[in-house]
């Protein structure tokens, strides 16, 4: 594939259902839509190294993009939640230079893995309240730092999916910072942000515009759907239909009961986040649903018993595209926010 001298970014979200792709240029203060697609997959590339699995990724990819028109190899990827480790943590302010030392001797308390086995990456997290440290007392005050950590092999079959794909990529991010970016922004007030997936939901604490914490949760839409087609003797793409034609409400209340006790994992897992949070102080704003499984008709009614505003993301809130586009790209919004996010990030070359 030939790409100009675009200054465009690609973010590329491999999930574990699709590989979706968005192409933004900058733009202002906002970023102008370029392209994007979207394909179905059937195997991980992040859980083992498979050459079969990784080939095919990329020659997906790469179809993928030469149908939506894409013009640059600039690439900003995903992390599935569920492969990388993520913590904050808490250090002494310490001088910069000290800084990598003390952060690595920390991360071997919290990382499950040798250190030699992962790409450990970390990031200060800003106190909005407090932005003055008394010099007097430096050794005293506590930094926070976001800790991620990912498996070398993890990384290493991403890098090789781009570059059998011909892209260059440009950095690999956990998919809760992609979704602050695009549906968070500069919202400084305290989200529970809610990602429910095809196989996997996340849900992360966003405090002040940081990630505070992220929990992964091995449900999803199709665990909904399964529960469905199982429960009704039908297949999976009628339960699908059931699932968005009803709901969790309508005449008829079979189909609502059947999915209440996997909605319930979500729900519960949120409210002790919530309530982890306010016990020490803290005071969530509001709830932020994302992801293709927040479309389920009456969910926003389901969780209101967690007594917060509950709002529909909107990724698109800083991106330009033409009004003819709307009636196509405002449905794919929730499916698209990784994505979108990513192609938001600026990198530093």
Do not use: C, H
């Amino acid at each position: 594939m030939l790409f100009g001298k675009s200054k465009s970014q690609l973010g590329v979200d491999i999930g574990s259902s699709n590989i979706k792709i968005v192409q933004l240029r900058a733009k202002d203060n906002k970023f102008a839509l370029e392209t994007y697609g979207s394909v179905n997959v059937s195997y991980q590339i992040a859980n083992k190294e498979s050459t079969s699995s990784i080939k095919q990724t990329a020659s997906l990819l790469q179809n993928l993009m030469e149908r939506a028109g894409v013009t640059t190899d600039k690439v900003i990827a995903s992390l599935p939640n569920n492969v990388v480790f993520t913590s904050v943590i808490e250090i002494p302010r310490i001088p910069d230079n000290e800084l990598k030392s003390a952060v690595e001797f920390e991360a071997k308390k919290y990382v499950p893995l040798p250190l030699s086995e992962v790409a450990l990456s970390w990031s200060t997290i800003e106190d909005k309240k407090n932005k003055t440290v008394d010099l007097k007392s430096l050794g005293e005050a506590k930094l926070k730092v976001l800790l991620t950590a990912v498996p070398n092999m993890v990384v290493e079959n991403y890098v090789r999916v781009f570059r059998l794909a011909g892209l260059q990529a440009q950095a690999l991010e956990i998919e809760a910072l992609s979704l602050i970016r695009s549906v968070v922004g500069q919202d400084m007030s305290n989200n529970l942000l809610i990602d429910i997936g095809a196989k996997n939901a996340s849900i992360n604490l966003v405090d002040s515009g940081y990630l505070r914490l992220s929990k992964n949760l091995n449900v999803g839409g199709d665990t909904v759907t399964n529960s469905i087609a199982q429960s009704l003797s039908v297949n999976f793409t009628r339960a699908e239909q059931f699932k968005k034609d009803f709901g969790l409400a309508g005449s008829s209340q079979q189909i609502p009961q059947i999915m209440r006790p996997i909605l319930d994992i979500i729900k519960n897992e949120a409210e002790q986040l919530i309530n982890l949070f306010e016990s020490r102080g803290g005071r969530i704003d509001k709830i932020v649903l994302t992801g293709g499984g927040s479309k389920l008709p009456y969910l926003k009614e389901y969780l209101s018993v967690l007594g917060k505003n509950i709002i529909l993301a909107n990724p698109w809130a800083n991106v330009t595209y033409p009004l003819e586009l709307k009636p196509v790209v405002e449905p794919l919004a929730m499916n698209l926010a990784v994505a979108i996010g990513l192609a938001m990030r600026r990198v530093e070359v």
